[in-house]
C-alpha cells in the first residue's frame, strides 16, 4: 500500500513556516485517536503522495489535507481536519458552514502574511521521538 492509499488521514503543511509548525504540535496534541499523519510540503514523500493522486490543484504552498484519497485545500483542509481533534476543537468543523469564499479570504490573508507574522524557519521540524512514527 503506498502513503497515498493509506487508512490513515494525512496533512501535508509547510515545514519551514513557524505558524504551520505550532500548528502541527497542536493537532498531535488534540488527535487523541492519533490517526493523522503529517508530511512537509518541501519533502520527496509530499511530492510523491500528490503524483500518486494525480492532484492537479493549486500551488503547493497551503495546508493539504488527503483522507481515503480525497485532497482537501485552504479553509476546507481546516474544517475537515478538525473533525478528528477533541472536543472543543472539534467544534471548528461547524464553522464549514460560513460562505466558502469568506473562509478561504481568511485562509488566504493569514497564508500571504504567516511568514512576516510568526517567522520561518530555514529547515523542517524535527519531531520529537514520541511523534517520529506520526510523520511520514
Not at 72 to 80: D, I
Not at 83 to 92: F, N, S, T, V
Request: charged fraction near 25%; aromatic fraction near 14%.
Amino acid at each position: 500500500m503506498t502513503e497515498s492509499q493509506s487508512s490513515h488521514p494525512i496533512v501535508l503543511f509547510d515545514g519551514v513556516c513557524n505558524l504551520c509548525n505550532t500548528s502541527v504540535r497542536f493537532l498531535l496534541a488534540y488527535n487523541k485517536k492519533a490517526n493523522l499523519l503529517f508530511c512537509p510540503l518541501q519533502s520527496a514523500k509530499a511530492d510523491k503522495l500528490i503524483r500518486d493522486l494525480n492532484w492537479k490543484g493549486e500551488k503547493l504552498d497551503s495546508l493539504i489535507f488527503i483522507e481515503e484519497r480525497q485532497v482537501y485545500t485552504k479553509s476546507e483542509a481546516v474544517f475537515e481536519i478538525s473533525k478528528h481533534l477533541i472536543y472543543p476543537w472539534k467544534a471548528i468543523y461547524h464553522f464549514r458552514h460560513l460562505p466558502k469564499r469568506f473562509c478561504n479570504w481568511v485562509y488566504d490573508k493569514i497564508a500571504k502574511n504567516r511568514y512576516a507574522w510568526f517567522g520561518k524557519k530555514t529547515s523542517c521540524m524535527i519531531p520529537k521521538s514520541d511523534w517520529k512514527n506520526r510523520f511520514l
